[in-house]
T-cell receptor, first 116, second 113 residues
Framework: EAGVAQSPRYKIIEKRQSVAFWCNPISGHATLYWYQQILGQGPKLLIQ????????DSQLPKDRFSAERLKGVDSTLKIQPAKLEDSAVYLC??????????????FGPGTRLTVL | AQSVTQLGSHVSVSEGALVLLRCNYSSSVPPYLFWYVQYPNQGLQLLLK??????LVKGINGFEAEFKKSETSFHLTKPSAHMSDAAEYFC???????????FGTGTSLTVIP
């Protein structure tokens, strides 16, 4: 079974530029998560989708971050414009079930973003 | 609201010694608790999870954790450390709705040969 795919693996941009990350979850997984992991910290949930609907985006900085999962499969996370403090690893995860906290999340390898 | 606190950002143990990584949780509803491991430049991998069944949970690679409601703890242990256990370990909490998934700040485990 293929795992969660993310691209690119690394991205370096200058502040005020835009950037987009892509995630393809495990086939058949209904729930998709985007996390931000700043160096030395635990992952912070940015947004959670169930199929193509948003379940939770309370910690997403909506003035600059956006995410979509239009067909309920792959997803894109965008930052526009980027700030220095956005430098982090962006992790995508997916789980099978439509609801419930017991299901295992499977993580992709992450995209390391450096904002100069 | 839920949160987890991991005591000790760095833990060092000798190879073959007991591993104990501490996690305390705060939750207004019955929690579901998880331990994840992260190896360098990789994503997180689930070690084990507590979902209100048995309080002693066994996971992969010889790890286990015990849910203690009276102490609001979910510490991770392994009887004998192996060099391959060196990694970052994260405790996480959520509720039965699956929303609001919170990770701790992580504990870096070093295994000394």
């Amino acid at each position: 079974e293929a795992g969660v795919a993310q691209s690119p693996r690394y991205k370096i941009i200058e502040k005020r530029q835009s950037v987009a990350f892509w995630c393809n979850p495990i086939s058949g997984h209904a729930t998709l998560y985007w996390y931000q992991q700043i160096l030395g910290q635990g992952p912070k949930l940015l947004i959670q989708f169930q199929n193509n609907g948003v379940v939770d985006d309370s910690q997403l900085p909506k003035d600059r971050f956006s995410a979509e999962r239009l067909k309920g499969v792959d997803s894109t996370l965008k930052i526009q414009p980027a700030k220095l403090e956005d430098s982090a690893v962006y992790l995508c995860a997916s789980s099978f079930t439509l609801a419930g906290g017991t299901d295992t999340q499977y993580f992709g390898p992450g995209t390391r973003l450096t904002v100069l | 609201a839920q949160s987890v606190t991991q005591l000790g950002s760095h833990v060092s143990v000798s190879e073959g010694a007991l591993v104990l990584l501490r996690c305390n949780y705060s939750s207004s509803v019955p929690p579901y608790l998880f331990w994840y491991v992260q190896y360098p430049n990789q994503g997180l991998q689930l070690l084990l999870k507590y979902t209100s069944a048995a309080t002693l949970v066994k996971g992969i690679n010889g790890f286990e954790a015990e849910f203690k409601k009276s102490e609001t703890s979910f510490h991770l242990t392994k009887p004998s450390a192996h060099m391959s256990d060196a990694a970052e370990y994260f405790c996480a909490v959520t509720s039965n709705t699956g929303n609001q998934f919170y990770f701790g700040t992580g504990t870096s485990l070093t295994v000394i040969p």
